[in-house]
């Protein structure tokens, strides 16, 4: 497992932007595929990005494409993501996870939680209207 440590969470005012990193630890960073989830207060984590292990093949949910951009540069062990024209309905705690499956954005279950084994503590996004 790689132990993962968000940034760049805080307050946005609706229609700005923010860039959460996520910088990771050990040498096998390229192995794995990465994704960020987002959790609301009383609702579940949902999917929000993923990201395969070589940096080429993306996978969003609807709501974050055409905002929200997934990227990572290996030479760093960090992924990032980018978000744009932020709402108030944005508004959660964004977690970083890693799967061990470099090419996982192209099967079934880079949406699911389950399939991720290393995971961020979080960091909180608030997008006031």
């Known amino acids: 497992q790689v132990q993962l440590v968000e940034s760049g969470g805080g307050l946005a005012q609706a229609g700005g932007s923010q860039r959460l990193s996520c910088a990771a630890s050990?040498?096998?960073?390229?192995?794995?595929?990465m994704a960020w989830f987002r959790q609301a207060p009383g609702q579940e984590r949902e999917f929000v990005s993923a990201?395969?292990?070589?940096?080429?093949?993306?996978l969003s949910a609807d709501f974050a494409k055409g905002r929200f951009i997934i990227s990572r540069d290996n030479a760093k062990n960090t992924a990032y993501l980018q978000m744009n024209s932020l709402k108030p309905e944005d508004t959660a705690v964004y977690f970083c996870?890693?799967?061990?499956?470099?090419?996982?954005?192209?099967?079934?279950?880079?949406?699911?939680?389950?399939?991720?084994?290393?995971w961020g503590q979080g960091t909180q996004v608030t997008v006031s209207s």
């Open positions: 996870a890693g799967a061990l499956r470099p090419y996982l954005v192209h099967g079934d279950g880079a949406q699911s939680v389950a399939s991720y084994d290393s």
């Open positions: 050990g040498s096998t960073f390229s192995s794995y595929t």
């Open positions: 990201i395969s292990g070589s940096g080429i093949s993306t």
